[in-house]
Nanobody, 128 residues
Framework: QLQLVESGGDLVQPGGSLRLSCAAS????????IGWFRQAPGKEREGVSC????????NYADSVKGRFTISRDNAKNTVYLQMNSLKPEDTAVYYC?????????????????????WGQGTQVTVSS
């Protein structure tokens, strides 16, 4: 069974940092573009960042550019999201997923549509 599992969420003060991990079970991440998404209470799920299968191309939502960094370690079958300078508005459940739509892959797009094998999510709360 193909599955992605997120971890690393926590309660952190504004200005703090967290590193989220997205680990694959049942398949090899090497061939997949991976995206990080988040959903805050009462809001739609949105794309945060995505990384091509090779790791050579990354994209970020404007709201996180310069603060978040996505990376992958294919040897560990894991994708990471380093989050620095966290703000209260970053509070959300964070999900990772694998891209399965050819257009999404070709454009390294961080759109919710076009991704499958969603994990269960990890809660990130930024509050003093």
């Amino acid at each position: 069974q193909l599955q992605l599992v997120e971890s690393g969420g926590d309660l952190v003060q504004p200005g703090g940092s967290l590193r989220l991990s997205c680990a694959a079970s049942g398949f090899t991440l090497d061939y997949y573009q991976i995206g990080w998404f988040r959903q805050a209470p009462g809001k739609e799920r949105e794309g945060v960042s995505c990384i091509s299968s090779s790791g050579g191309t990354t994209n970020y939502a404007d709201s996180v550019k310069g603060r978040f960094t996505i990376s992958r370690d294919n040897a560990k079958n894991t994708v990471y999201l380093q989050m620095n300078s966290l703000k209260p508005e970053d509070t959300a459940v964070y999900y990772c997923a694998a891209a399965t739509d050819s257009w999404v892959v070709a454009h390294v797009a961080c759109t919710v549509n076009g991704y499958d094998y969603w994990g269960q999510g990890t809660q990130v709360t930024v509050s003093s």
